[in-house]
T-cell receptor
Framework: GAGVSQSPSNKVTEKGKDVELRCDPISGHTALYWYRQSLGQGLEFLIYFQGNSAPDKSGLPSDRFSAERTGGSVSTLTIQRTQQEDSAVYLC??????????????FGPGTRLTVL | AQSVTQLGSHVSVSEGALVLLRCNYSSSVPPYLFWYVQYPNQGLQLLLK??????LVKGINGFEAEFKKSETSFHLTKPSAHMSDAAEYFC???????????FGQGTELSVKP
């Protein structure tokens, strides 16, 4: 079946602009995660959605970052007033969320964001 | 709080040689542990996971890992390296509640012919 998809695959923007990154999880997966992968910081958790529960935003690095998940499916990560340190690969993952922390997370190919 | 340490940011082996990638974890609760592989310009793919069942876990592509509580380790091994194993490998621990993953810094594996 179809895996996690993300768009765009690459995004180049100018400092100060807003960007939106999209994630389409695997159909039927109730949990959705955003991570960021950068040279200096490695792989970092950003935000987590599970069903209709309030999202876990504990990993968002600043209030310029926000995310929403509409209809329990597609998610959008928005970065406002982008800075050069936001340049990274943004990865989305989804899971069944049926066995607590042991669930396998399935990752998308990522969006490579470059802020000039 | 959970954390993961991967020893060695880069490991190089010859084709056919043993692969050993080291991972140590810190967790205040019984951990769920994962190894993921990332090929160039691709997302992460699960190799194997430990979920408190058997301590020796077998994964895809001939990889396996052994959970050793006394050593707080979860090292990844493969008896014979193949050129196609060249990739970056990440060890991760789950926070056990929401399930968010805490990753190690990654180990890049190179395989020489």
């Amino acid at each position: 079946g179809a895996g996690v998809s993300q768009s765009p695959s690459n995004k180049v923007t100018e400092k100060g602009k807003d960007v939106e990154l999209r994630c389409d999880p695997i159909s039927g997966h109730t949990a959705l995660y955003w991570y960021r992968q950068s040279l200096g910081q490695g792989l970092e958790f950003l935000i987590y959605f599970q069903g209709n529960s309030a999202p876990d935003k504990s990993g968002l690095p600043s209030d310029r970052f926000s995310a929403e998940r509409t209809g329990g499916s597609v998610s959008t990560l928005t970065i406002q007033r982008t800075q050069q340190e936001d340049s990274a690969v943004y990865l989305c993952a989804s899971s069944h969320r049926s066995s607590g922390g042991a669930d396998t997370q399935y990752f998308g190919p990522g969006t490579r964001l470059t802020v000039l | 709080a959970q954390s993961v340490t991967q020893l060695g940011s880069h490991v190089s082996v010859s084709e056919g040689a043993l692969v050993l990638l080291r991972c140590n974890y810190s967790s205040s609760v019984p951990p769920y542990l994962f190894w993921y592989v990332q090929y160039p310009n691709q997302g992460l793919q699960l190799l194997l996971k430990y979920t408190s069942a058997a301590t020796l876990v077998k994964g895809i592509n001939g990889f396996e890992a052994e959970f050793k509580k006394s050593e707080t380790s979860f090292h990844l091994t493969k008896p014979s390296a193949h050129m196609s194993d060249a990739a970056e490998y990440f060890c991760a621990v789950s926070d056990g509640q929401g399930g968010k993953l805490i990753f190690g810094q990654g180990t890049e594996l190179s395989v020489k012919p």
